[in-house]
């Protein structure tokens, strides 16, 4: 993120970023930058919380004003970590058994995707322009036959990760976003489809199938779990 | 919360340290108009784009274009990367995209007025491959008058 400050303040756009890793932000050194402690992937820091968003986005701009860059500027404003509601549990039973497929599975949440759908008023499916029972159908193919290449994949994988969410979020009681994407690992035949994937991926001869299978697949967070599966 | 990496969960933090930034020498911080007076685009590094534009490919240091009325329903993101949050994206593009809060920052006159493009690079990118799309960029925010950039990471 840094480096395009650097870039575009040299062809005469100045520039303010938000920072969300100081220690890289101190290394690259941009034009203007304002640190915040949130979450990674929640730049602004509040979901549907415009006010708190407008605060960040306006102290991002008020950088502006300034030209003693290089500058990093420590937002003051801190989250407190979401609540986590104790006894979290699903509205059905997703747990993996061996009677059940991946395609069930993908059935049996769509119409908990609809309400997502029919309460947000969008879904962030839709990179890989398949439907769910088709990305579905291609994930399974993965393993257990020749490898897609790795971008139909990736993306097919990446429009199932939200689609799981997504429909996650619309359960009676939906839990922390946290809890939920330990849902998904924890207790989904998708979770253990992509860990049973992985050791596929990176031994493909295909270097894009090894960087899918060592960098994009898994989170850092979930790898301790590839030697469990 | 995330605070500095020495305080993050060490598998995080570890991740993090793993990404090579890019040293670069210092650009001046240059000077403008009043930000009342300006006129500013949104730059995400989210690999956000238009469903049906292409998605993002590992080194991918180009850019997709986001119109301003872009309804967020045809928003989606492509970003390689499984190691940040998605679920409030999913939730509420206002927070990693805060188009809503530029228009209403400009409606309220903080701001003077919002570019008719945004745009969204994928932050997995090397510098290298970025800085010429980075360039041509800059030509075409100037003839869309944009006189400051906003750069929101994810």
Redesign the interface.
């Known amino acids: 993120m840094g480096a395009l400050g650097h870039f575009l303040e040299r062809q005469g756009i100045p520039t303010a970023s938000i920072s969300l890793v100081r220690e890289h932000t101190e290394t690259i050194r941009p034009p203007r930058a304002l640190w915040v402690t949130f979450e990674l992937g929640r730049p602004l820091g509040i979901p549907d919380d415009p006010d708190f968003q407008r605060r960040v986005l306006r102290a991002t701009a008020e950088l502006l004003e300034r030209t003693d860059g290089p500058l990093i500027a420590d937002y003051p404003e801190e989250i407190a970590e979401e609540a986590d509601f104790t006894g979290w549990a699903c509205p059905i039973n997703l747990a993996p058994q061996a009677t059940d497929t991946l395609a069930a599975e993908i059935d049996r949440l769509a119409t908990w995707h609809d309400q997502s759908v029919a309460r947000t008023g969008r879904t962030t499916i839709g990179v890989s322009g398949l439907d769910m029972p088709a990305a579905g159908a291609l994930l399974s193919t993965a393993l257990t036959g020749n490898l897609p290449p790795a971008q139909a994949l990736k993306e097919a994988i990446d429009d199932l990760r939200a689609y799981y969410l997504e429909a996650a979020s619309a359960f009676p009681d939906p839990g922390t976003a946290k809890k939920r994407k330990a849902w998904l690992w924890d207790e989904t035949l998708f979770g253990k489809a992509l860990l049973d994937l992985q050791p596929r991926l990176a031994a493909s001869a295909d270097p894009q199938h090894r960087i899918l299978g060592n960098l994009t697949l898994i989170p850092a967070t979930e790898r301790h779990r590839l030697a469990k599966s | 919360?995330?605070?500095?990496?020495s305080e993050m969960?060490e598998?995080?933090a570890?991740?993090?340290?793993r990404?090579e930034?890019?040293?670069?020498d210092?650009?001046?911080?240059?000077?403008?108009k009043?930000?009342a007076q300006?006129r500013?685009a949104l730059?995400s590094?989210a690999g956000l784009h238009r469903?049906?534009d292409r998605?993002f490919?590992?080194g991918d240091g180009s850019y997709r274009v986001i119109p301003a009325e872009t309804p967020?329903?045809d928003?989606?993101?492509?970003h390689?990367?499984?190691?940040?949050?998605?679920?409030?994206?999913?939730?509420?593009?206002?927070?990693?995209f805060?188009i809503?809060?530029?228009r209403?920052?400009v409606e309220e006159g903080?701001?003077g007025s919002m570019a008719s493009m945004h745009y969204s690079?994928m932050?997995a990118f090397p510098?290298d491959a970025?800085?010429p799309h980075?360039?041509h960029?800059?030509?075409l925010?100037?003839q869309d008058a944009?006189?400051?950039?906003?750069?929101?990471?994810?």
């Open positions: 919360m995330v605070k500095r990496l969960p598998v995080e570890h991740h993090l340290r990404i930034c890019p040293t670069l210092d650009t001046p911080a240059l000077p403008g009043p930000l300006r500013v730059i590094t469903r049906g998605p490919r590992p967020a329903r928003l989606v993101m492509s390689i990367s499984v190691n940040f949050d998605r679920t409030g994206f999913q939730q509420d593009h206002n927070v990693a805060p809503d809060r530029l209403e920052l903080v701001i690079f932050g510098p970025a800085e980075a360039q960029l800059a030509g925010l100037k944009v006189d400051a950039a906003l750069l929101v990471p994810v």
